[in-house]
């Protein structure tokens, strides 16, 4: 590590992570095997479906952390299947007993959160993206275990507010801007923007230099939503200044891998509580 350097302490993002995963668990803990079988916003995709594929994810992030072999193959499976690996791994683990999946899903979090916070300072881990840090990893197990659970509350009918744990999910979503202009095939732009995004307690979220000419702004509760694909442009109230901040905004995505189809203009945002 360069002198100077520091490493970011992980364990703020683990234990949000925790926090998160715990109030998803809460609401599938107790459903009946037709309530695993309700369908979610994610086409063809159930509730059983969405908790298939966190653990299948949780699982993919162990063996890079644990077993770089390991989740070598895993890539290999995917760069031979890219445009279906995703959903075969869903679908295969929604075939389990629900209970049977629930159990897996909780060791394989419990897993996951005991191998980044015992790992070494300064660890980058292969991804099917960059590379990832400790506090990166975590950081995108839980942006993708908000999304996945904003689908499940959909399907519930639960309304889930929004929490100080979105400051993650900004956050990736940021720092994901290059990424996600590389994987439509675009080149990124040479320079930074300046993202400004009021979080759910009404504080303001900053990243980017201050005199950026081009720029984003909104609530953070719409960033997150758009950079996860839950929402569609369209129905969010994030403004772009400049013609590369526009261009993001239409093509943003927090997530590794190929794009997403994601979400049609007119579905409107899920369901928000106060946030808290």
Not at 85 to 93: I, M, N, Q, R, T
Not at 237 to 252: F, K, N, Q, S, Y
Request: aromatic residues 6%; glycine residues 10%.
């Amino acid at each position: 590590m360069p002198r100077g350097a520091t490493v970011s302490d992980p364990t703020p993002v683990i234990d949000d992570l925790r926090e998160e995963s715990e109030e998803l668990d809460a609401l599938v803990a107790e459903l009946s095997p037709e309530g695993w079988r309700r369908a979610t916003p994610a086409p063809g995709w159930t509730i059983a479906h969405q908790i298939a594929h966190l653990n299948w994810t949780d699982r993919a992030a162990l063996a890079a952390v644990t077993d770089e072999d390991g989740f070598r193959a895993l890539v290999e499976q995917a760069l031979a299947a890219p445009d279906r690996y995703v959903d075969d791994g869903a679908e295969e683990g929604a075939k389990q007993d629900p209970a049977a999946l629930l159990t897996a899903w909780r060791e394989g979090r419990a897993a996951l959160a005991e191998a980044l916070r015992t790992a070494a300072p300064g660890a980058r881990f292969p991804w099917y993206g960059p590379p990832m840090a400790t506090a990166s990893m975590a950081t995108a197990r839980l942006m993708e275990t908000w999304a996945h659970g904003l689908d499940i509350a959909a399907a519930l009918g639960v309304t889930r507010p929004p929490t100080g744990r979105l400051r993650h999910v900004a956050r990736i979503g940021v720092r994901a801007r290059d990424f996600a202009h590389a994987a439509h095939g675009l080149t990124p732009p040479a320079e930074p923007f300046r993202v400004e995004l009021t979080g759910p307690g009404g504080d303001l979220w900053t990243y980017g230099p201050e005199d950026a000419t081009q720029r984003v702004t909104g609530p953070a509760l719409d960033f997150c939503l758009l950079a996860t694909q839950r929402a569609h442009r369209a129905d969010l109230a994030l403004t772009a200044e400049g013609p590369d901040a526009d261009r993001w905004l239409d093509i943003a995505q927090a997530f590794a891998g190929p794009p997403g189809a994601g979400r049609p203009p007119g579905a409107g945002r899920p369901a928000q509580g106060e946030p808290r």
